[in-house]
């Protein structure tokens, strides 16, 4: 799903809307009692309102140099791997060179988590009146801190089957 413009003002609303409903685990209890957001324009008014036009951008620095570094990984495992193992693609099968990119996509998704975690964690916070991360060096810290290097790859696998499948 890295194709997505990350950092846009849609990806963050529909970030925001998609984990918010009554009930979710990354909504704290507090947050639920006072209404959450119901529909994709209801979490891009609450943005609006609380936030302003930055809150949409809330995770775009993370989220270019995510989508850059994955790019660059995935691209540059491809095409070298290409090189080095199928000399002659006209002669290599369709499914080995299927299973090579989804072998390279799955490690750029496995290497690159971290950083996803982050953007999401940013841009889950536009519209919060209670903002928990200042900013990417505050995320990273506090993530680290209260949860150490498994708190970077919480759902990592679902990611990584879900960007293969």
Known sequence: QQ???????????????SS???????MSAKANRSGSSSTPSTAFSKIAVNDGIVGFYRGIGISLLLTTCYRST?????????????????KTGFLVM????????????????????????LMMQ??????????????????YAKEGTRG??????????????
């Open 3 to 17: 194709e997505r413009a990350q950092g846009s003002p849609h990806v963050c609303s529909s970030t925001r809307w």
């Open 20 to 26: 918010s409903g009554p009930g979710s685990r990354l």
């Open 74 to 90: 995935y691209f540059g495992l491809f095409n070298m791997g290409k090189e080095r193992f199928f000399p002659d693609t006209k």
């Open 98 to 121: 299927w299973a090579f990119g989804t072998f390279t996509t799955a490690i750029g998704n496995f290497v690159f988590y971290p950083l996803d975690t982050i953007r999401r964690r």
């Open 126 to 143: 536009a519209g919060r009146s209670d903002v928990l991360y200042a900013g990417t060096t505050d995320c990273i810290k506090k993530i």
């Open 152 to 165: 970077f790859f919480k759902g990592v696998v679902p990611n990584v089957i879900r960007s293969v499948g």
